[in-house]
């Protein structure tokens, strides 16, 4: 049992990243589309540091905040925005953040819960609930960190040591046997 938890932690980390990429890949795409200078930068960073969840975004969500503010700020790199969000540089610090909440919504709420919970073997509204779960049993960041890996292992010992001796009582014995 311990070699299949095993297996889910390297399963969830594998879908950690790919969910890291996407976020990586929406992030530079959207900060591009935006006319932020090193916008691909910031994606790339995105998808490297996106594996840490909501740390990554932080971290990277800072300097591309900077970024707009000191980009925006001078009247010639807003022109093709300017209709739009006006004159204020805070308003386009605003708009960077508003793409990075939009990401992180979808990440929560489509992209995590799905390929983590298929990485997994668990349900998506499996992952959503095990992260409200262990962010209330251990609060906040570290519940929400190991709530899907936490969730995994506790899955393996119910089927190993509940379910599976409430189908075939025998297993147990059996397996005694042979051990």
Same mark, same amino acid.
């Given at each position: 049992?311990?070699?299949?938890?095993?297996? %889910?932690?390297?399963?969830?980390?594998?879908?950690?990243?790919?969910?890291?990429?996407?976020?990586?890949?929406?992030?530079?795409?959207?900060?591009?589309?935006?006319?932020?200078?090193?916008?691909?930068?910031?994606?790339?960073?995105?998808?490297?540091?996106?594996?840490?969840?909501?740390?990554?975004?932080? $971290?990277?969500?800072?300097?591309?905040?900077?970024?707009?503010?000191?980009?925006?700020?001078?009247?010639?790199?807003? &022109?093709? $925005?300017?209709? $739009?969000?006006?004159?204020?540089?805070?308003?386009?610090?605003?708009?960077?953040?508003?793409?990075?909440?939009?990401?992180?919504?979808?990440?929560?709420?489509?992209?995590?819960? @799905?390929?983590?919970?298929?990485?997994?073997?668990?349900?998506?509204?499996?992952?959503?609930?095990?992260?409200?779960?262990?962010?209330?049993?251990?609060?906040?960041?570290?519940?929400?960190?190991?709530?899907?890996?936490?969730?995994?292992?506790? @899955?393996?010992?119910?089927?190993? %040591?509940?379910?599976?001796? @409430?189908?075939?009582?025998?297993?147990? @014995?059996? &397996?005694?046997?042979?051990?």
């Amino acid at each position: 049992s311990l070699q299949e938890i095993n297996g %889910y932690l390297i399963s969830f980390f594998r879908g950690q990243m790919l969910v890291a990429f996407i976020d990586g890949m929406l992030v530079g795409i959207a900060l591009f589309i935006f006319g932020l200078p090193y916008a691909l930068v910031i994606g790339v960073a995105m998808a490297i540091l996106g594996v840490i969840p909501f740390i990554g975004n932080i $971290l990277c969500l800072v300097p591309a905040s900077i970024i707009a503010y000191v980009h925006f700020n001078d009247p010639g790199n807003r &022109e093709h $925005l300017e209709w $739009l969000l006006g004159t204020d540089p805070w308003i386009y610090v605003v708009a960077v953040v508003a793409i990075f909440l939009i990401v992180q919504q979808i990440n929560s709420l489509v992209t995590a819960p @799905k390929i983590v919970g298929d990485s997994v073997g668990l349900h998506p509204m499996t992952v959503i609930f095990s992260m409200l779960f262990w962010s209330l049993l251990l609060g906040g960041f570290l519940g929400a960190l190991i709530a899907v890996p936490m969730t995994a292992a506790v @899955k393996v010992v119910f089927r190993r %040591y509940v379910w599976e001796t @409430k189908l075939n009582p025998n297993a147990e @014995k059996t &397996e005694t046997l042979s051990a």
